[in-house]
Nanobody, 126 residues
Framework: QVQLVESGGGLVQTGESLRLSCAAS????????VGWFRQAPGKEREFVAY??????????NYADSVKGRFTISRDIVKNTVYLQMNSLKPEDTAVYYC?????????????????WGQGTQVTVSS
């Protein structure tokens, strides 16, 4: 059974940093896209970032709202994907979800992803 488990969320102040981890079990995701989405209270789930599989060059893509502040990366040995979040703002407050595809395709729509973690809460105080 495939599982994605997020960790690393918490409460921080504006300008601080957090690193989220997404550990996969049940299969490796080296060749698959892994993404991060977030959902704030009363808002729709939105794309944050993705990284493509190694066969696709591990290319990254970011939402404009986090570009330059967030970095997604992959540790192949640990089968883990990270989201380094710097210069956090109150508007980054949300539940962050790790996602992965079954195939090689990647995208910015949550419907393109097949596996989901349970989410981790990130709260940024002003």
């Amino acid at each position: 059974q495939v599982q994605l488990v997020e960790s690393g969320g918490g409460l921080v102040q504006t300008g601080e940093s957090l690193r989220l981890s997404c550990a996969a079990s049940g299969r490796t995701f080296t060749t698959n896209a892994v993404g991060w989405f977030r959902q704030a209270p009363g808002k729709e789930r939105e794309f944050v970032a993705y990284i493509t599989g190694v066969w696709s060059g591990s290319r990254t893509n970011y939402a404009d709202s986090v570009k330059g502040r967030f970095t997604i990366s992959r540790d192949i040995v640990k089968n883990t994907v990270y989201l380094q979040m710097n210069s956090l703002k109150p508007e980054d407050t949300a539940v962050y979800y790790c996602t992965a595809t079954k195939g090689l395709a990647s995208g910015t729509s949550w419907s393109q992803y097949d596996y989901w973690g349970q989410g981790t809460q990130v709260t940024v105080s002003s």
